[in-house]
């Protein structure tokens, strides 16, 4: 069952690791087939270097695993949510990579202060609330996949593609489970350099409205003219 998405989804959490966001096993990557509402999401605690596509999970929407021998992700109640609230996404990736996990443990959503930033993420990418002991207590990756979308209240998702779990790390998003990991890639390389630019001046303000906006708009959206045609997402 939806072997090209399980290579894919493999690829991508071996890509986690290649960027050097993931350590140990703490990270994970799934993709959706919108179809069939089929999930294959990384199996729970299998060595990086061990892991093939046939070790893939396949859960549907309601978390029921349809196919593999083993167990999926802890995680897979956070990437359900994030699915089933977020209808234009494709892939997502978790990782506790160093910068952005420190964003995410300081609680402080993480200014736009550069091009950088402004081409992949418009505006600043939130921090989740911190969450309740009685979401904590019960059903806490699933209450963690809600405290995302809350945070979504007032930000487009397909705009700001990453959110950052407070005291937990970050999770990011895209069409496809390449591109959620792409973007988990790019949220560690800006939250380096914005802990860099605090720390050089700790009154460095955001980014101004009209070049942030150039910046995005020349990558995204349809008066986008950046690259090449095929390789605009
Ligand atoms: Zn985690």
């Not at 060595?47 to 802890?74: C, F, N, Q, T, W």
């Not at 979401?135 to 809600?146: L, P, Q, W």
């Not at 007032?154 to 005291?167: I, M, Q, R």
């Amino acid at each position: 069952m939806l072997e090209q998405l399980k290579k894919q989804v493999c690829e991508a959490n071996l890509a986690l690791v290649r960027e050097g966001l993931v350590i140990q096993t703490w990270g994970n990557a799934s993709a959706i087939d919108r179809p069939s509402g089929k999930v294959v999401i990384k199996p729970s605690g299998v060595p990086y270097e061990k892991m093939k596509p046939e070790h893939l999970v396949v859960a549907d929407l309601e978390g029921k695993i349809v196919e593999g021998g083993l167990k999926p992700s802890s995680d897979l109640p956070t990437h359900l949510v994030l699915y089933q609230a977020f209808p234009g996404i494709g892939g997502v990736a978790h990782t506790h990579s160093e910068y952005a996990t420190s964003w995410a443990q300081a609680r402080q959503p993480i200014p736009c202060f550069g091009t950088t930033h402004a081409d992949y993420f418009y505006g600043p990418v939130p921090v989740t609330a911190v969450m309740k002991d009685s979401e904590i207590a019960s059903e806490y990756e699933k209450n963690t996949g809600h405290a995302i979308v809350r945070a979504f209240e007032k930000v487009d998702y397909t705009a700001v593609p990453a959110v950052l779990v407070a005291n937990h790390g970050p999770f990011a998003w895209g069409p496809d489970s390449a591109t959620a990991a792409h973007n988990a890639a790019i949220l560690e390389a800006v939250a380096r350099m914005a802990y860099f630019t605090l720390t050089i001046h700790a009154g460095a303000e955001p980014v101004a409205g009209g070049l942030h906006d150039k910046h995005y708009l020349r990558k995204h959206g349809s008066n986008a003219y950046y690259g090449q045609a095929k390789e605009r997402k």
